[in-house]
C-alpha cells in the first residue's frame, strides 16, 4: 500500500511538471511590451514560441505594421500592435512621439465666432478689426497667429515664423510627424489633418514671411486642395519652402 500510494504521488508529480513545461513551451511572448519611437523610425517585432504570425496595428495613421513584424512610424500618437498566432493574441503599445513640441497650433474649429477663439487663445492680442485677429507669437519660432472671419465664423488661420537657419527642418518635421503630407505646387507644400477636414498650406506670404494657412477645403478634389484661400495676400516662390519640399520628397 505504501509503495502504490509512493507510485502515485511521484506520477502525480511528473504529470505536474510535463504539463507545466508544456504551457511554458507553447506561450507565446513578444520581444517587447512598449515601444517609443520618432515619427521617422521603426522598430523589429518579433514573437516567440510561435509559428505563422499575423500583424496589425490599430492606428495606421500612427504607424504601420508588415508580415514580418517591422513596425514603421509614421504620425506622432499610440497604436496598440496585435500578434496572432495558433488562435492567440499577444500585444504590444508603440508611442510615436514629436520632435518638435514649442510650436503651438491655431485653432481651426471652423464656424467659430470671434469671442469663442478669443476664448482659447492663450497668446497675446495684437490687433482687432470686424474680419480678424491678430495675435503675437509665443515662443522663439513663432511670429504671429492670424485668424480670418467671414460672415462672424472663423474660415482659416495663419501661423507665421521667425526666420533662422533650421526653419525648413522644422517645419517639415512639425507637419510630418503630425499630418499626412498632401503635396506641392511651385511655391506651396500642403498637409492634410487624419479627418481629411483641415488642410495646412505652408508659402512665403507676401510682406508676412514664412507662414502655415490652416483652411477647411471647398471641396474633396485635389485642385482646391492644393490652393490657398482667397484671404491669403499674393504669394512668391521661396527657398525655405523648396527646401521643406525636399526634405519631405526623400
Known amino acids: 500500500m505504501k509503495y502504490n500510494l509512493q507510485f502515485k504521488a511521484l506520477a502525480l508529480v511528473a504529470l505536474l511538471f510535463i504539463g507545466c513545461s508544456k504551457s511554458e513551451e507553447t506561450t507565446s511572448v513578444i520581444n517587447q511590451s512598449e515601444v517609443k519611437l520618432k515619427f521617422d523610425q521603426e522598430f523589429a ?18 504607424g504601420t505594421i508588415d508580415n514580418s513584424g517591422k513596425f514603421t512610424a509614421q504620425h506622432i500618437g499610440e497604436t496598440t500592435i496585435t500578434a496572432t498566432s495558433s488562435g492567440r493574441n499577444v500585444t504590444a503599445k508603440v508611442i510615436v512621439e514629436p520632435y518638435i513640441t514649442d510650436i503651438v497650433e491655431p485653432h481651426f474649429n471652423y464656424g467659430a465666432n470671434k469671442n469663442a477663439i478669443k476664448t482659447l487663445e492663450k497668446r497675446n492680442l495684437k490687433n482687432e478689426s470686424s474680419t480678424d485677429l491678430l495675435y503675437q507669437g509665443q515662443g522663439q519660432k513663432e511670429n504671429e497667429v492670424y485668424y480670418s472671419f467671414s460672415g462672424g465664423s472663423l474660415d482659416g488661420s495663419i501661423l507665421t515664423f521667425r526666420s533662422y537657419s533650421s526653419l525648413a527642418t522644422d517645419l517639415a518635421r512639425f507637419y510630418g510627424e503630425r499630418y499626412n503630407y498632401y503635396g506641392s505646387t511651385d511655391d506651396a507644400v500642403f498637409f492634410e489633418s487624419k479627418d481629411e477636414k483641415t488642410v495646412i498650406g505652408i508659402s512665403a506670404l507676401a510682406s508676412i514671411g514664412i507662414g502655415a494657412v490652416y483652411i477647411r477645403p471647398s471641396s474633396s478634389s485635389r485642385s482646391s486642395k492644393l490652393k490657398m484661400p482667397e484671404f491669403v495676400e499674393k504669394i512668391k516662390s521661396d527657398q525655405t519652402v523648396l527646401s521643406i519640399i525636399d526634405i519631405l520628397e526623400k
Do not use: E, I, Y
Open 45 to 62: 517585432f518579433a514573437l516567440s514560441n510561435a509559428g505563422s504570425v499575423q500583424w496589425a496595428s490599430s492606428d495606421p495613421f500612427v
